[in-house]
T-cell receptor, first 112, second 110 residues
Framework: SQTIHQWPATLVQPVGSPLSLECTVE??????LYWYRQAAGRGLQLLFY??????ISSEVPQNLSASRPQDRQFILSSKKLLLSDSGFYLC???????????FGPGTRLTVT | AQSVTQPDIHITVSEGASLELRCNYS??????LFWYVQSPGQGLQLLLK??????LVQGIKGFEAEFKRSQSSFNLRKPSVHWSDAAEYFC????????FGKGTRLHILP
């Protein structure tokens, strides 16, 4: 069966510090991968998606970037965090477009 | 434009009572529709999905949803809620990406 992991589960970082969040999927190959952010009291905002290695699309211009160094690994990064980057970050995968997505457990990021 | 509307931000029901969460969508063709549930501090879990066929869809945890094309709705129902059903529920529509509603937070009274 397929599983999706996110690391770390929680993170507290000062403004201006770098960020690296990791997402890995097991039990499948060539998944489409997604990064979402969920701010308090708000819905899900799609940040990035990837349909393959070196194929990453950004949905919202912002202080973040994404990379996919391996088929089943998706990294969310920032060089300098802003207060507005605080939130709950969710990674998701799907088996090809047009299907349902499966979500990881999330990372709670607090920027102080 | 494609969109998903969940009219109720919060809903409170008593344990053992029936539940219906509303979802309306805007889409030009027959949509792929989903309901997800999110417990506090956790990721989203897929409850059920509708792609085609029978308009009454059964999901996990005793939930069901009915697709009504004439009303552009996909309401989620459960005949008897349990305290563990307290969570946030998201309706979603599949376009080239998934479009989520803003969620309905369900509170359960003991």
């Amino acid at each position: 069966s397929q599983t999706i992991h996110q690391w770390p589960a929680t993170l507290v970082q000062p403004v201006g510090s770098p960020l690296s969040l990791e997402c890995t999927v097991e039990g499948t190959s060539n998944p489409n991968l997604y990064w979402y952010r969920q701010a308090a009291g708000r819905g899900l905002q799609l940040l990035f998606y990837s349909i393959g290695i070196d194929q990453i699309s950004s949905e919202v211009p912002q202080n973040l970037s994404a990379s996919r160094p391996q088929d089943r690994q998706f990294i969310l990064s920032s060089k300098k965090l802003l207060l507005s980057d605080s939130g709950f970050y969710l990674c998701a995968w799907e088996r090809g477009q047009g299907n349902e997505q499966y979500f990881g457990p999330g990372t709670r990021l607090t920027v102080t | 434009a494609q969109s998903v509307t969940q009219p109720d931000i919060h809903i409170t029901v008593s344990e053992g009572a029936s539940l219906e969460l509303r979802c309306n969508y805007s889409y030009g063709a027959t949509p792929y529709l989903f309901w997800y549930v999110q417990s506090p501090g956790q990721g989203l879990q897929l409850l059920l999905k509708y792609f085609s066929g029978d308009t009454l869809v059964q999901g996990i945890k005793g939930f069901e949803a009915e697709f009504k094309r004439s009303q552009s709705s996909f309401n989620l129902r459960k005949p008897s809620v349990h305290w563990s059903d307290a969570a946030e529920y998201f309706c979603a529509l599949r376009d080239d990406k998934i479009i989520f509603g803003k969620g309905t937070r369900l509170h359960i009274l003991p």
